[in-house]
């Protein structure tokens, strides 16, 4: 019985530490490849539990996802697009706000505010990007808009602005309602566009804020809770309602590589959180900036025609620092130069092109100069220089030196 109960017992740890793991599924792709038909992607692919997700560079490129497509409710997370039309319809953030009844009587989750109460937008802005007030989203819509409904126009329209076109806003808090969606993909676009405005950066970065509440000055701590404890973390907000599940889009930035990750339908608060670490930490290891080649590298010696047996080192002009996605293969390195070079020479005259490859993809181009001044050959220099080409021509000889080319390996 003792060994029955062991048994059982083991059983049962392995099957909830095997829950506790996440998998690939079938919907993940990585670089935009089904990782269901790579056994070389499906072995580098990460490992997540999430319904959705994606993850994505400052610049737009899309790393990994999960049913990245498919719509879905998105909580509070819907309050990014409403501070984005607050950013661009009010100038001075300082400007005043009367909290409207409506806004005060939103319910779920809340600052506090009461009807009348005046605040700034700024405050108003913390309040619900932090804290994910629905009562200063409410406030914020209907000072800029007359009206809930007015305001959500606005998103929508946004919306189809950043072709983020599986979106559509109901409301501007995110409780769930008919007609309110998004996916993770188009998540990924609004939170990057939301990133490039300043001040959402550096309201969604904030550890906490504190709030005037209807019970008095409140402090309430950033309710994503990589703020403050994972390395580079700079947003941006979390999500929860029935429909959507528990959710978060998050970033952070580690040595100039900025990353997004979206992760929806997770069945935890908690698990929101480890699931995007798992999603960064993975981006961090696998993009990230490289110096490929440092200028001044020697790749060719290219002839001078002026001359017989001179040429001139062509070095690479700046280093070539580019970010890089490992997972798209090896990177090479693809010198084209001029064949010959009339003097004078100007040090720092561009002879070439480095070329550096991943596959069919260019990562980056970087000129390729002249290392040295060569001057023009005096009347009586090319006296003798013609003479011995005729000699040559008759005789037999190298006309003018040969041009080299040694490709550089990258890093």
């Known amino acids: 019985m003792q060994t029955l109960a062991t048994c059982a017992l083991a059983v049962a740890v392995w099957s909830s530490a095997a829950t506790a793991v996440g998998s690939v599924w079938s919907t993940d792709r990585v670089d935009g490849k089904p990782v269901s038909a790579s056994p070389e ?14 993850l994505v560079t400052g610049d737009g ?71 994910s007030a629905n009562d200063a989203a409410a406030a914020l819509a209907i000072h800029v808009a007359g009206s809930e409904a007015a305001f959500v126009e ?23 309602a008919p007609g309110h969606y998004t996916t993770a993909h188009d998540l990924a676009v609004i939170a990057r566009y939301a990133l490039s405005i300043p001040e959402f950066r550096r309201i969604v970065s904030m550890r906490s804020v504190s709030v005037p509440a209807a019970w008095g000055l409140t402090r309430y701590e950033n309710s994503n809770k990589l703020i ?31 990353l997004v990750a979206v992760v929806l339908g997770t069945r935890s608060e908690n698990e929101r959180f480890v699931e995007a670490r798992t999603l960064l930490d993975w981006g961090f290891a696998h993009y990230r900036l490289r110096e490929l080649v440092t200028a001044g590298t020697t790749v060719a010696a290219v002839p001078v025609e002026d001359y017989l047996d001179a040429t001139v080192s062509a070095v690479v002009a700046t280093s070539a620092v580019a970010p890089v996605f490992d997972v798209r293969g090896a990177i090479e390195a693809s010198v084209a130069v001029t064949p010959g070079v009339r003097a004078p020479v100007r040090r720092g005259d561009k002879v070439g092109t480095l070329t550096i490859l991943q596959g069919d993809t260019i990562v980056t181009q970087i000129p390729v100069v002249a290392a040295r001044d060569v001057r023009a050959p005096a009347w009586h220099e090319r006296v003798r220089i013609w003479a011995a080409r005729v000699w040559r021509r008759v005789f037999g000889g190298q006309l003018r030196a040969s041009l080299t080319i040694d490709t550089p390996a990258v890093r």
């Open 61 to 131: 490129q899309e790393l990994w996802s999960r049913a990245a497509d498919e719509r879905r409710a998105m909580a509070s997370i819907t309050k990014v697009m409403t501070a984005i039309v607050v950013l661009e319809s009010i100038k001075d953030l300082e400007e005043p706000v009367v909290v409207d009844a409506k806004a005060a009587a939103v319910g779920e989750s809340e600052a506090g505010f009461v009807s009348g109460q005046r605040m700034t937008a700024r405050s108003l802005l913390e309040a619900m990007l932090v804290h």
């Open 154 to 176: 606005r998103m929508n329209a946004k919306a189809e602005q950043l072709d983020a076109r599986d979106t559509h806003f109901a409301n501007v808090h995110g409780l769930d």
């Open 41 to 54: 992607l499906e072995a580098v692919a990460p490992g997540l539990r999430c319904a959705a997700g994606a």
């Open 228 to 258: 403050g404890s994972y390395p580079g973390a700079t947003g941006v907000k979390t999500g929860w309602t029935d429909d959507a599940g528990y959710c978060l889009v998050a970033s952070a930035e580690r040595e100039g590589v900025e």
